[in-house]
């Protein structure tokens, strides 16, 4: 039997080509314009991305089974600053499972296959016969999950070595990867999510599809996806493919800094999670699943058919019933976290798809939902890390009173601090606080505070102590003074950096004197109401310097310097009881021995120091600070 004997033949005459669109940046297609929800839109998943600090996404979104919204946003390469647009290309991860059950939907429609039937009828070599198709497509195999896997059957990581990676999909040689894998529970007994029952089901698909019509695994998705869904760039994720659309992947170490994620072959998996495609062709599948192309009605039924101990039902996830029927997937692993989410009788579908591991993709499509009119209910984002990974890092954080939102960023290259302290300045956030540093691979790297409605501020950097004094004294001509200060060493030469922000109080910059003369200066600018507000200190090659912003004030005030940290947390203690709370802190290493050094002002109502913890724990007790009215002032990465 020929392929076009039994799929329903496609008129392409009844597929509308929506010509109307505005493109901006090559980063946005919008069709059927309206321009308030495209603005709402735009100001939700921006400042979603930001508060997640997702470093590329896209997102569409289908209304009345016409994408009416298709944008990227950030980077697709973040050290070359690439732009996601609407032709970057992400991993679909586990939303491929939903098109391994429409391939098995549809070849039961044509009399092809029966999900009742057991996987060893298509599979001879598959030892367990009580497994059905249905089971897999259900996630109610008995076949367990990575961490099951890992369990039961640990051979299966040395086996995936084996699997011919340079080659194109084998399906046979997928399930030898696992197949003598002991089952986790009788199948059909409850639901476990299993990417290892979808590459069965994959494989299954595979040798009935060659049996019946002559098509693989792949080509049956070919003639029952991709061609009728008008998907032009799904494809396989071949390690050996490098399409140049493709984006970069990122994740976070154990000190919480965004890392590069090296490429990894996930072809062996495809029927599980190994399709890739832009925002728009994902915006064609919701679409298609929309307008029930490919199906008929009572396999649709069938397919979104819940099961009573889970939210799932045949390769996609199913929430609620009638007008509030939801349906979609997420999708997690290397490189990518994706989801699409559809409810078929309000006709309305979102898809997101990002490049960062930690992102919440449902936090995101739930806000544009919600402006689109549907009642979601909307949760609270948590960055999911551990507060129990140890690094080569301690962080301390000073938090006071103060109820301004902010955002942190930390271990940003030079280039892409800069880049995210513009952006960040679009949404209202400007840097009051930044601090440098060099990797173990010794590039220089960012740590910065930004706070929202603060002025607007400028960020200089990589100035020789002259050029910067005048950029500085340029700025404050326009009312910009300075407001903090960094300094370092770069191809053998001293170099300043700093943040001066519109409106702030007049700066009086004191440079280069050592601990003595410092500290008259200090008395002396006191004496003339002036207060140090920021300060640092560096070695000049021969000796000790340091360096202070100090900026008008006639409040009570207090500076040690040079403290190892038993006695500099006793004088904080000391301070404390006379109402004095810290402001700024230093912290340097000489002769293989810290020293700790501060400023102390007037006491407010409410004040935390966080101290000798990872920046997992910082920013969970951080957040919680927020929430009771409390502002990270200063913090240190030592």
């Known amino acids: 039997m020929s392929?076009?004997?039994?799929?329903?033949?496609?008129?392409?005459?009844l597929y509308f080509v929506f010509i109307s669109f505005l493109s901006l940046n090559a980063q946005i297609r919008f069709f059927n314009r309206d321009s308030s929800l495209f603005f709402r839109l735009d100001t939700v998943i921006e400042q979603q991305r930001s508060e997640q600090e997702v470093i590329g996404m896209a997102v569409t979104v289908v209304r009345d089974e016409k994408i009416i919204y298709s944008k990227g946003f950030g980077y697709?390469?973040?050290?070359?600053?690439?732009?996601?647009?609407?032709?970057?290309?992400?991993?679909w991860a586990s939303m491929s499972k939903s098109i391994t059950s429409l391939v098995a939907f549809k070849l039961q429609e044509e009399k092809l296959l029966d999900l009742e039937s057991s996987v060893s009828t298509y599979l001879p070599e598959y030892p367990f016969p009580m497994v059905k198709l249905k089971y897999l497509l259900q996630n109610r195999s008995g076949l367990g999950h990575y961490t099951e896997m890992n369990r039961l059957y640990p051979q299966w990581s040395k086996?995936?070595?084996?699997?011919?990676?340079?080659?194109?999909?084998?399906?046979?040689a997928t399930v030898d990867i696992f197949r003598e894998a002991p089952l986790d529970f009788q199948p059909g007994e409850r639901f476990l999510y299993s990417t290892f029952g979808f590459i069965l089901a994959g494989a299954t698909l595979d040798q009935i599809g060659k049996n019946s019509v002559g098509l693989g695994y792949l080509g049956l998705v070919n003639e029952v996806?991709?061609?009728p869904f008008e998907m032009n760039t799904l494809e396989v994720d071949y390690l050996f493919n490098n399409n140049p659309n493709e984006v970069s992947g990122y994740y976070l170490d154990s000190d919480c800094d965004i890392q590069t994620r090296r490429d990894d072959d996930i072809s062996w998996k495809l029927s599980g999670g190994g399709f890739q495609s832009t925002i728009g062709d994902l915006g064609n599948y919701i679409r298609g699943l929309m307008e029930h192309k490919l199906l008929n009605k009572e396999s649709f039924e069938q397919l979104w058919s819940k099961q009573p101990d889970a939210d799932y039902a045949f390769g996609f996830d199913v929430r609620g019933e009638g007008k509030t029927l939801r349906v979609g997937h997420a999708g997690s692993q290397n490189k990518t976290r994706t989801i699409f989410i559809m409810y078929p009788e309000l006709k309305i579908g979102v898809g997101v798809m990002c490049n960062s591991e930690w992102a919440e993709?449902?936090?995101?499509?739930?806000?544009?939902?919600?402006?689109?009119?549907?009642?979601?209910?909307?949760?609270?984002?948590?960055?999911?890390?551990?507060?129990?990974s140890k690094s080569g890092y301690r962080y301390l954080g000073i938090w006071q009173e103060g109820t301004q939102p902010q955002m942190v960023r930390k271990g940003y290259a030079t280039r892409q601090f800069q880049?995210?302290?513009?952006?960040?300045?679009?949404?209202g956030y400007n840097l009051s606080d930044a601090d440098s540093y060099l990797d173990k691979k010794n590039v220089r790297r960012w740590d910065g505070v930004f706070q929202q409605h603060a002025s607007k501020a400028h960020f200089i950097t990589h100035q020789s102590l002259d050029s910067f004094q005048l950029k500085v004294n340029a700025l404050a001509k326009t009312g910009a003074h300075l407001i903090d200060i960094e300094t370092y060493i770069a191809s053998n030469r001293r170099l300043w950096a700093g943040v001066v922000a519109q409106n702030a109080p007049k700066a009086t910059f004191v440079v280069g004197l050592e601990a003595d003369?410092?500290?008259?200066?200090?008395?002396?600018?006191?004496?003339?109401?002036?207060r140090l507000a920021d300060f640092k200190t560096y070695w000049n090659g021969q000796k000790r310097q340091w360096a202070g912003v100090f900026v008008p004030g006639n409040d009570s005030h207090a500076f040690f310097k040079s403290l190892t940290s038993e006695a500099f947390l006793q004088k904080n203690t000391e301070l404390n009881t006379q109402g004095l709370q810290l402001h700024d802190i230093e912290v340097y290493t000489l002769n293989n021995r810290e020293y700790w050094s501060g400023v102390w002002r007037q006491e407010k109502d409410k004040y935390q120091l966080l101290r000798e913890i990872n920046y997992c724990t910082q920013e969970r007790k951080g957040k919680s600070l927020a929430k009771q009215g409390m502002e990270l002032v200063d913090w240190e990465r030592y």
């Open 76 to 91: 697709a390469d973040w050290e070359t600053l690439r732009p996601v647009t609407t032709e970057s290309v992400f991993r």
């Open 225 to 227: 996806v991709r061609k």
């Open 361 to 388: 993709p449902e936090l995101i499509a739930l806000k544009v939902l919600k402006e689109l009119g549907v009642e979601v209910e909307e949760q609270e984002y948590v960055r999911n890390c551990n507060e129990k």
């Open 159 to 172: 086996r995936l070595l084996s699997y011919p990676s340079r080659d194109t999909f084998n399906a046979k």
């Open 517 to 530: 003369p410092f500290q008259k200066k200090y008395e002396e600018l006191n004496r003339k109401g002036q």
């Open 419 to 427: 880049a995210e302290a513009n952006h960040l300045s679009s949404l």
């Open 3 to 13: 392929c076009l004997n039994y799929f329903p033949r496609i008129t392409f005459l």
